[in-house]
């Protein structure tokens, strides 16, 4: 189970890797404004937001993860002085919206949302990491947060800009 999940781990930060050598030329081809749909409603995942505990149960997971992510020596510098209350609600949006959950997302996109924040991919991977862990501290299933962070990691592309 271990290395299944090492390996796992191991394939996603080598699709990170591979998004990463694109990623220049996306900041350069797509302008934030053309940016992807953040919050695409997928029908097929909504099994996922019955996992997830609906709507109160992400907020609980967004919430451990927001103290991961400010206790992580990586992430804290872009999180502490901004505004989480604001990140939260609109992060469980996006993910409630993302499982087909009664939500509605009106935030800005992944391009606008995180411009001029300079993140880099080891930022990236510790926020995966972090989410990782609040996942599992609200014994979310192995198979449902790799569901959940297939959709999240195509995010890379206009959120990693340094
Ligand atoms: C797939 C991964 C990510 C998702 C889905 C995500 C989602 C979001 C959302 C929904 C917002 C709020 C947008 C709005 O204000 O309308 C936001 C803002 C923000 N995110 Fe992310 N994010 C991700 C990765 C990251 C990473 C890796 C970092 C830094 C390590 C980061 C740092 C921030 C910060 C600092 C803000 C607030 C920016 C501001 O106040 O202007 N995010 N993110």
Known sequence: MQIARITCIRLFALALAFAA?????????????????????????????????????????????MNNLVADRVTRPYFINADRKHIKRELVDQLCV????????????MAQAHQGLKITTAAFDA?????????????????????????LAPMHQQIVTH
């Not at 926020?127 to 959709?151: G, S, T, W």
């Open 21 to 65: 050598s694109n990623a220049l030329a996306q900041q350069v081809a797509t302008p934030a404004m053309n940016a992807p749909n953040p919050a695409q409603r997928d029908p097929a995942l909504r099994p996922l937001f019955k996992v997830f505990g609906e709507k109160p149960g992400l907020v609980a997971i967004v919430n451990t993860a």
């Open 127 to 151: 926020f995966v990491e972090d989410f990782q862990r609040a996942m599992d501290k609200h014994h979310i299933p192995f198979h449902d947060q790799n569901q959940l962070l297939a959709r």
């Open 98 to 109: 993302i499982m087909d959950g009664p939500c509605t997302y009106s935030g800005l996109n």
